[in-house]
């Protein structure tokens, strides 16, 4: 059974740093491009970040860009979200997510990770 | 990279078939046959109800059926049931690499 389980949200200062961590198991982790996306309070889904399966190329929504940092570990089956400069605007549940594995959508979704960023 | 379009709301009767539209751009909706469509009930993870803009994945009902016209896709419910009142969002992949989503649409069942 594939599973993905968020942990690493928590409550931060506006200019913090935060590292978020997505644990896959059921499938094999390296075969897959993953993705991190959000939802804000309230609020629609946004992406955030995607990484190819063997990390060696990323992408980022321009609101993350050069703020935020994908990357895995495909000996520990990990997906990771380096959070730097945070904002107010980046609270959200943070979901990580699969590639379908014929590609350009995700077939399965994490429980997601609340992430606040207030003073 | 702006959210696609979707109506805020849409609603109907049980049994009824209500259309879901999503409206985009060349460089997402227009220009891939990438697009998805989820399904997400408060509280819960999104769920995939269709891919590749007319595909279902394995588990999900064929009351759920896509479409795409130029920049515009479309999601379709058949024989509308209680339990799929929820959000829907579409997404597409875009000409940087990433993906963009719908600002979603609330399903009422009346």
């Known amino acids: 059974e594939v599973q993905l389980v968020e942990s690493g949200g928590g409550l931060v200062q506006p200019g913090e740093s935060l590292r978020l961590s997505c644990a896959a198991s059921g499938f094999t982790f390296s075969d897959y491009p993953m993705h991190w996306v959000r939802q804000a309070p309230g609020k629609g889904l946004e992406f955030v970040s995607s990484i190819i399966g063997d990390g060696g190329s990323t992408f980022y929504a321009m609101s993350v860009k050069g703020r935020f940092i994908i990357s895995r570990d495909n000996s520990k089956n990990t997906l990771y979200l380096q959070m730097g400069s945070l904002r107010g605007e980046d609270t959200a549940v943070y979901f990580c997510?699969?590639?379908?594995?014929?590609?350009?959508?995700?077939?399965?979704w994490g429980q997601g990770t609340l992430v606040t960023v207030s003073s | 990279q702006s959210a696609l379009t979707q109506p805020a709301s849409v609603s109907g009767s049980p049994g009824q078939s209500i259309t879901i539209s999503c409206t985009g751009t060349?460089?997402?909706?227009?220009?891939?046959?990438?697009v998805s469509w989820y399904q997400q009930h408060p509280g819960k993870a999104p769920k995939l109800i269709i891919y590749?803009?007319?595909r279902w994945p394995s588990g999900v009902s064929n009351r759920f059926s896509g479409s795409k016209s130029g920049n515009t896709a479309s999601l379709t419910l058949s024989g509308l049931q209680a339990d799929d009142e929820a959000d829907y969002y579409c997404?597409?992949?875009?000409?940087?690499?990433?993906?963009?989503f719908g600002n979603g649409t609330r399903v009422t069942v009346l």
């Open positions: 997510a699969r590639d379908l594995p014929s590609g350009w959508s995700f077939d399965y």
């Open positions: 997404c597409s992949y875009t000409n940087f690499g990433t993906y963009v």
């Open positions: 590749d803009v007319t």
């Open positions: 060349s460089s997402d909706v227009g220009g891939y046959n990438f």
